[in-house]
């Protein structure tokens, strides 16, 4: 990846351009995307003192390393100009293109979230940044080349704001870089932000390296010579590098344990071929000279990552007796590696004939946005729609096979279950069970990388158990079987509110039909905001409504206390009143609320309230499971902000002994506003089990406070506590 050069001209980037972008309209149009925003940005200064239209300038350069297609290098060159010079996007869309537009909106809409922070603002930014990815990928790439030169001028901000971009960074940006395979930006952001988020540490490495760079290079030259050497020889065509090993990459593997001297691929090289077949015939013959080290071998051709990364990776004992690690890939696998989802926009030129293959490699690096995208049509809240988005994209992930040899992804967690549902929703709601590796295993069994998995099915199957959405570990499994026992629910709804609804018109001895005239069915349709008969009846039949009072409605009559208040609680045209109470239940003032002591909700949790018998409304926390199967008389409600209260909430503390434990929890409440209630000691096998109760006026401050819990070295897990 090229440096930052201040300096950079126009002219430089289209000379850089044209190696590979020809048509003439194209780099005419991007020279009008640079002169718009040359005279948008005139007389703007960086905080480094330059003109500000070489920052974009920038952008777009680094997207020329990654042979980004004409409307992103527009887009680049503009994408602070909605942001910064009262352009609109409408205004984009009329001078260049409606495609070229939405890319620039996208990436002022990223620009304006401040990612930064662990709280629950943490949760939202990354729902909006995954949907904004699922959009075009193109906008995530050029949000990446942005930050990439703002990482590079880092050092003209305060060291605090260094550090909090560095971490976001690290923590939100360069995970997404490695999925779409952008490994030459990933590389420079990570080092970069290990640079200013640790220097300590970041300088040491580097100090460790330059004292050893002599001795290292002399030891990879003569490896290489030896390894060309052997590789002509036997007739392969070839070409070798040497790798430099990134700063970050090392700081990982001794943040693991390991030691400097232990560190293998300091010693480095790459083997260049034209074919696949030759890939493997150069591994042979080195093989064949060098003695490889068992489990150092990965064929990441067969089994290629998600992100499409192809390479053979082995160590081997190499010349001077020194560890190597060498990669053997085919010219065109390296530019996959260091473009990622980048490399095919070149075939996406007119005339070009796109090969089925290449579709199919699309395809699969796509296989990403097309997950979140599905999440997006799930109907997911916005909390689950983050975890879902996260484990696709952050967290580990293990890899096993089908009995055809079909590789599916996971994450590290997974079950049986997941596996059945990310194959098909048709295999996971119709499973009776599995089979791993030829032995049956319970549906809760954790898979492992390299499981052989089957999953048998029964087209009479019933579907699926409740119990699976407590031992699926995917949101989108957990999530499908949600969507497979609401379609069930309302369907027995449906047909049980048509059933009360008639049985109490015979009571009250009035015609069915004549009471569902059309005219009558539409009043009540607008009266109770609801959509369709089916839904009309699916509200009878969960207890949203009762008959007498859609009845009542009709007639004009007095509704009961109970059906008026969830007439009242659910009718959203109410407007809020003004409270003194904790929580506002929409429409209604006087109304006994209560906090629910089993999950103990705090300000800042999504929260509903239950209707009680002669209790007023009980608030519970949405994800508390003594309501999770109600949805009878649940009333939508909401914490009164204008209120600044401390609410008790208990969480759930695991130590691995309790020696001095419970002063470090103490400590952890100094300087805040968190009082310490009470702290109860639970039987724990193996370790030790504390239930805290503290009076925190937030979720927020809580979340931080569970945070500082998990930096006690003794604390093994921390979580709420729901009774």
């Known amino acids: ?72 290098i527009c887009a680049a060159l503009m994408h602070d100009v909605i942001e910064d010079c009262d352009v609109t996007k409408e205004e984009i869309a009329e001078k260049f293109s409606s495609e070229i537009a939405l890319l620039v909106d996208g990436v002022t809409k990223i620009n304006r979230l401040n990612f930064s922070g662990d709280n629950e603002a943490m949760i939202a930014n990354h729902r909006k940044i995954l949907v904004g990815l699922s959009e075009d990928v193109r906008v995530i790439i050029i949000k990446l080349a942005d930050r990439l030169h703002n990482m590079r001028t880092l050092w003209v901000l305060p060291e605090k704001k260094q550090k909090l971009k560095a971490k976001e960074t690290l923590e939100i940006l360069t995970p997404i870089a490695h999925r779409l395979g952008i490994g030459g930006i990933k590389s420079e952001l990570e080092d970069l932000s290990l640079r200013y988020y640790k220097p300590d540490i970041y300088f040491e490495i580097v100090e460790k390296l330059n004292q050893s760079k002599a001795e290292r290079e002399s030891l990879v030259s003569s490896m290489m010579s030896a390894v060309s050497e052997t590789l002509n020889e036997h007739g392969i065509v070839h070409e070798i590098k040497g790798r430099a090993k990134s700063i970050y990459s090392i700081y990982k593997k001794l943040d693991k344990g390991k030691k400097f001297n232990e ?15 030759e890939c493997y015939q150069a591994l042979g013959i080195i093989h064949s000279k060098y003695k490889p080290i068992p489990r150092r071998f990965k064929d990441y051709i067969a089994m290629p990552k998600t992100n499409m990364y192809q390479s053979l990776h082995t160590t081997v004992f190499g010349e001077g007796g020194q560890l190597y690690e060498i990669q053997i890939r085919t010219y065109e696998m390296d530019q996959v590696a260091e473009l990622g989802i980048a490399s095919h926009w070149s075939y996406k030129e007119k005339g070009s004939n796109v090969k089925a293959n290449m579709q199919n490699a699309m395809e699969q690096k796509l296989q990403f946005f097309r ?151 539409d009043n009540i349709l607008k009266e109770f905001k609801l959509a369709s008969i089916e839904e009309f009846y699916i509200s009878i039949g969960n207890g949203k409504y009762t008959p007498g009072a859609i009845i009542n409605f009709i007639n004009g009559d007095n509704e009961s206390k109970a059906d008026l208040i969830l007439k009242k609680a ?41 209707i009680t018998k002669g209790n007023g409304i009980t608030v519970h926390r949405m994800v508390c499971p003594n309501i999770s199967d109600l949805d009878e008389r649940l009333v939508e409600v909401k914490w009164n902000e204008s209120l600044n209260k401390k609410y008790p909430t208990s969480i759930l503390v695991r130590s691995e002994d309790n020696k001095n434990v419970l002063l470090d929890i103490i400590s952890k409440t100094a300087n805040t506003d968190i009082t310490v209630q009470s702290i109860n000691s639970l039987n724990s096998k193996g370790d030790f089990l504390f239930e805290i109760t503290i009076l925190v006026d937030s979720k927020e401050k809580l979340v931080k406070f569970m945070n500082d819990l998990h930096m006690i070295p003794s604390v093994i897990e921390v979580e709420r506590f729901i009774k």
């Open 1 to 72: 990846m090229r440096k930052d050069k201040p300096n950079i001209t126009f002219d430089e980037l289209r000379e850089k351009l044209l190696t590979y972008i020809t048509d003439e309209k194209e780099l005419d149009l991007i020279r009008s995307a640079y002169m718009f925003a040359f005279e948008k940005h005139f007389g703007v200064k960086r905080l480094t003192g330059e003109d500000y239209i070489i920052h974009p300038l920038n952008v777009a350069y680094i997207l020329t390393e990654i042979k980004a297609d004409a409307p992103s």
């Open 263 to 277: 560190i293998y691929d300091l010693l480095a090289m790459r083997v260049f071929v034209n074919t696949e077949n």
């Open 371 to 521: 997950n979140i995208m599905d999440l997006k049509a799930e109907e997911t809240n916005d909390e689950d729609f983050v975890n879902a988005a996260v484990e696709e994209v952050l967290n580990e992930n293990i890899y096993v096979f089908t009995p055809k040899g079909d590789v599916i992804e996971l994450p590290d967690g997974s079950t049986p279950i997941d596996f059945a549902y990310r194959v098909h929703s048709g295999v996971g709601d119709k499973m009776v069970g599995a089979i791993v590796n030829n032995n049956i295993v319970p549906l809760d069994y954790k898979l492992q990388n390299n499981d052989i998995v089957k999953i048998n099915t029964n087209k009479n199957s019933a579907g699926p158990s409740r119990e699976w959405i407590n031992m699926a570990f995917t949101s989108s499994a957990k999530n499908k079987i949600r969507g497979f026992f609401n379609k069930i629910d309302k369907e027995d709804y449906q047909k049980k509110g048509e059933e009360k609804l008639k049985e109490e018109l015979r009571k009250k001895k009035i015609p069915f039909d004549e009471f569902l005239s059309s005219n009558n069915l």
């Open 570 to 610: 659910t009718n959203s045209s109410v407007s809020s009143v003004q409270s003194k109470n904790d929580i506002i239940v929409e429409g209604i003032d006087k109304i006994k609320v209560n906090i629910a002591s089993c999950c103990k909700p705090v300000k800042g949790d999504r929260i509903v309230g239950y």
